[in-house]
């Protein structure tokens, strides 16, 4: 046989490139991969498609204006990304929010996981090829926004979690559009477990694939459902509480063998134990109710001014709120009351000398939120996991160095060897129950 | 000269009937998909304000694939690229030329048969043209010139071939208990009743037959859960190349190859255009009771017999093709060659020795 037929032979391998812009690739990330006919030999993961420069911007924004760069980050949970950086700003202010501010960011920090896993989990069914559970996830998770529109304005960018509290109450609605919500996305979690659990196409493509074990995943520096799907019981909410978590009852889920049926369960329970705690910080939320003024106590912003202008007023004035106009009932008791961490409230502004100074003074540069020098480490259970914010703070009103630790980061680390040797197919379950976030990983 | 006229009536005929079928499978497509995922679905293409639900939605589809830019790549194979989706499209559509529509009808003292080729080996003919169909995969897999594009094309390949064995082996029982390959006496023979009561259809006689021809057929089709070639977010598919009406081409010819297997599996193991107990004169119940038809009559609800089946069957597919997620390549090897391969021996042993009996 002539040697060219020899080589002929011999199998060669392919390279492929998989990304930036490919359909299973969550915006954009880049797999080299090497093959051989369908499995892979090798592969190469490439990030950085999505860098905009998080870190370094924070260092020149002031630490209330890089708030709304927070909900850029994990675009899934955005809420979350809030908790995580106003709680490390909280840490080094020495500051403690009121109880209901507390159990609005509970209820909120949970929705926002709901949405992150159904979302997670969504795609990963979608790329395999379950389009029907992808819709009806997507349904239940318009339900959760609906909740996210009403109390925050916004469906993606909440911006809502602010230093020392939120940044207004919930809406008068809540409850019903909550309720709406739990219902739902139980319905749609039944349906689910229906459609996937016992799916014998399903269970080929998730059991077995992308198995990790649990000393591989500490050693990545897994966290959240990932690091949980391989048994290991970590959860920041049980190991380092914040917030009122420790005075609520959940459990952490746990898988055993790290595939991606694995992580495709734990979520499924996370869930459940999530739509568990939002009933619980809503019904604690009855116990902590804001005393609520009387119609004909509220005051539209132009006769306060008006009134003020008259007489000096003997007892504060106490105006509608801004975030809906004069239709929102003033509710007090989420905003703590240090006046040097919060924008003052527009009824002092507009009627007392010393709420127009303080005013000034927090948006003036080079005054405003300014904590003590000092660093600090403050992590929250995100939707992938670990989301720490590392602060350094030199005194001046901005950050002199902010870090994020990105639970994506790690988990993508792994990839690599969760794919290699296996078919092409196999990366879209893998990739999709790791749950990659551009917006938080490349920052 | 009116054979002739009679003949091109009868492929003018079929073929629009297929087309008409197709267009209007990717309607129900997408409306049954809809209702299945609680949306609403394609509603709002309209003539002149009236949208009837969307009916016009695949004429509005077809005008804008016929007016997309005719695209292809400068590093394509510029004939097979072209070639490509219509080898696809050309040997599905071919198959519908031997499908029985109904009976024999009378007209003027001319028999008519509602076939447009009533040829001998029409099984395997069909058999043949569909596998010939795979031409169109592997080529534009092979002439897009694009990584994605030729695993495509290979995996459909191998699909193909292994698919093909197992329902080749599906239907010998089929040809084993109504001893032709001829396509309309495959009907006739279905038309008798077993223990008198039973239409002697092919899911009767051939129950694992049929099981196993229906998931082959299903893999032929290339739609998820056997959507291996097309695997829009692995592979994207054997088609990334392609754009416009080409792009539609393929398309199409899934949506094609839908209503052929539909037809398929009505004529071999549904009694085609059988009616139960409808016999030349009309009804005749196995508990006696009768309902004389005219011979129009008859013929008409052949036809419409057949025409539900068929509906029934594209209906079933695109239950299957929006509930389940998609297999992945190996292990759609190992259920062709290791379960329905061997169930498919399985099934000619048992005719063979049920038969002998």
């Known amino acids: ?443 | 000269m009116i054979e002739i006229l009679i003949l091109l009536a009868k492929i003018v005929g079929s073929l629009v009937w297929l087309l008409l079928l197709t267009l209007y499978l990717t309607w129900a497509e997408r409306k049954v998909s809809a209702v299945m995922q609680d949306r609403i679905g394609a509603n709002r293409a309209s003539i002149r304000g009236l949208r009837l639900f969307g009916l016009f939605q695949p004429f509005a589809d077809a005008i804008k694939m016929i007016f997309k830019e005719d695209f292809r790549p400068s590093f394509s194979r510029r004939l097979l690229h072209t070639l490509a989706p219509f080898l696809s499209f050309f040997f599905v559509a071919v198959t519908v030329s031997v499908m029985p529509f109904g009976d024999r009808i009378r007209i003027g003292g001319r028999t008519i048969s509602l076939q447009v080729l009533d040829i001998d080996v029409g099984l395997l003919f069909v058999l043949a043209m569909l596998s010939l169909g795979i031409y169109g995969i592997l080529l534009s897999g092979w002439a897009s010139n694009n990584r994605f594009a030729l695993l495509g094309g290979m995996r459909g390949a191998a699909q193909f071939l292994s698919y093909e064995v197992a329902l080749g082996l599906a239907l010998v029982g089929v040809v084993m208990v109504f001893p032709s390959l001829r396509l309309s006496e495959i009907v006739s023979a279905q038309g008798r009743l077993l223990f008198g009561f039973l239409p002697k259809w092919g899911v009767v006689l051939q129950p694992l037959g049929f099981f196993v021809f229906f998931i082959a057929a299903l893999a032929e089709t290339k739609r998820v859960p056997f959507d291996m070639p097309e695997g829009e977010s692995e592979i994207i598919g054997f088609f990334t190349e392609y754009g416009g009406l080409k792009w539609g081409l393929f398309m199409f010819t899934d949506f094609m190859e839908i209503v052929i297997i539909s037809c398929l599996t009505t004529t071999l193991f549904f009694g085609g255009w059988q009616v139960p107990w409808l016999g030349a004169d009309g009804f005749v119940f196995p508990g006696g009771g009768t309902w004389a038809l005219a011979p129009w009559a008859v013929t008409v609800f052949q036809v419409l017999a057949f025409n539900v089946k068929v509906a029934f069957f594209c209906w079933l597919q695109i239950l299957i093709r929006w509930t389940y997620p998609r297999f992945r390549y190996d292990q759609l090897m190992d259920l062709g060659w290791k379960v329905l391969i061997p169930l498919g021996l399985l099934n000619i042993i048992l005719t063979a020795a049920v038969l002998s009996v």
């Open chain 1, 1 to 443: 046989m002539s040697t060219r037929f020899r080589r002929g032979a011999r199998s060669e391998s392919m390279l492929l490139n998989m990304g930036p812009s490919h359909p299973a690739m969550h915006g954009a990330v880049r797999i080299m991969l090497e093959l051989d006919g369908e499995r892979i030999l090798s592969s190469e993961v490439e990030v950085g498609y999505l860098h905009r420069g998080f870190e370094k911007t924070c260092e020149n924004k002031t630490y209330f204006n890089l708030l709304p760069y927070t909900d850029r980050l994990n675009y899934v949970s955005p809420l979350i990304n809030n908790v995580g950086y106003v709680l490390t700003v909280e840490k080094l202010l020495g500051l403690e929010p009121p109880e209901r501010a507390q159990h609005i960011r509970v209820l909120m920090s949970e929705l926002s996981r709901v949405s992150d896993h159904l979302t997670c989990l969504a795609a990963m069914s979608m790329e395999c090829g379950a389009f029907t559970v992808f819709l009806y996830m997507i349904q239940a998770r318009e339900y959760i926004w609906d909740v996210f529109e009403e109390t925050t304005g916004a469906r993606m960018t909440t911006s809502y979690i602010r230093v020392g509290g939120v940044r207004a109450d919930l809406g008068p609605g809540w409850r019903d559009l909550l309720a709406k919500a739990l219902s739902g996305t139980r319905r749609v979690l039944k349906d689910v477990h229906g459609l996937l659990d016992k799916n014998k196409i399903f269970l080929d493509r998730t059991r077995g694939v992308g198995e990790m074990s649990r000393e591989d995943a500490l050693s990545y520096g897994w966290t959240g459902p990932c690091l949980r799907s391989t048994g290991v019981n970590y959860d920041v909410r049980k190991a380092r509480p914040y917030l009122v978590y420790d005075r609520l009852e959940f459990e952490v889920p746990l898988g055993d063998r790290g595939d991606n049926y694995d992580r495709y369960m734990v979520r499924m329970r996370e869930i459940d134990q999530s739509l568990r705690l939002v009933e619980q910080a809503a019904a604690k939320l009855e116990d902590c109710a804001p005393e609520v003024m009387a119609q004909d106590e509220r005051l539209e912003p132009e006769d306060a001014i008006a009134r003020s202008r008259v007489r000096r007023p003997d007892e504060g004035i106490r105006l509608s709120p801004t975030l809906e106009g004069a239709e929102k009932r003033l509710t007090p008791g989420i905003l703590s009351d240090d006046g040097r961490s919060i924008v003052p409230p527009k009824e002092d502004v507009y009627t007392s000398m010393e709420g127009l100074i303080r005013h000034f003074k927090f948006f003036m540069k080079g005054h405003g939120l300014r904590p003590p020098r000092g660093e600090v480490y403050h992590s929250v259970e995100g939707g992938n996991g670990e989301l720490g914010f590392y602060l350094v703070s030199d005194g001046t009103d901005r950050p002199y160095r902010l870090h994020l630790r990105a639970p994506c980061l790690h988990l993508l680390a792994a990839l690599e060897s969760l794919i290699r040797g296996r078919y092409v197919a196999d990366i879209i379950p893998t990739f999709g129950s790791l749950n990659i976030i551009l917006g938080e990983l490349d920052r």
